[in-house]
Nanobody, 124 residues
Framework: QVQLVESGGGLVQAGDSLRLSCAAS????????MGWFRQAPGKEREFVGR????????YYADSVKGRFAISRDNAKNTVYLQMNSLKPEDTAVYYC?????????????????WGQGTQVTVSS
C-alpha cells in the first residue's frame, strides 16, 4: 500500500503560479504510476494529468496542457504539479493518486490510492 499527502495549495491571483507536492509513503513509490485530479464545487472530479513510473511519459487534460507540468522525484517519493498561468476556473481541490499501472491512463477508477486533497483557489 501507499499513503499520499498533498501540500502546496493556497489562494493565488489569476496568472500566478503554484506548485503542489504529493509525498508518498513506502519503499516502492517508483513502481507506481501517478495522477493528479481535481474537483470543483458542484462538479465531478476531473483528470488533470498523469506521469509514468519513471517520469518518462506524461499526459495532460486539454484544459491544462501547456500550463501545467507533472514531474516526480523517486528518490524523494514525491510527485509535483507545477501550475502556471492559473485561471479562476482552475479553482478546485486537487488530489494526487497512485496506481500499480506503470503508464496509467486518465480514468479515476484506474487509481487505487488517493490523497486527502489540497485546496487551490484562484481569484480574478
Amino acid at each position: 500500500q501507499v499513503q499520499l499527502v498533498e501540500s502546496g495549495g493556497g489562494l493565488v491571483q489569476a496568472g500566478d503560479s503554484l506548485r503542489l507536492s504529493c509525498a508518498a509513503s513506502g519503499r516502492t513509490f517508483s513502481r507506481y504510476g501517478m495522477g493528479w485530479f481535481r474537483q470543483a464545487p458542484g462538479k465531478e472530479r476531473e483528470f488533470v494529468g498523469r506521469i509514468s513510473w519513471n517520469g518518462g511519459s506524461t499526459y495532460y487534460a486539454d484544459s491544462v496542457k501547456g500550463r501545467f507540468a507533472i514531474s516526480r522525484d523517486n528518490a524523494k517519493n514525491t510527485v509535483y504539479l507545477q501550475m502556471n498561468s492559473l485561471k479562476p476556473e482552475d479553482t478546485a481541490v486537487y488530489y494526487c493518486a497512485a496506481t500499480r499501472t506503470l503508464v496509467p491512463g486518465s480514468e479515476g477508477y484506474e487509481y487505487s490510492y488517493w490523497g486527502q486533497g489540497t485546496q487551490v483557489t484562484v481569484s480574478s
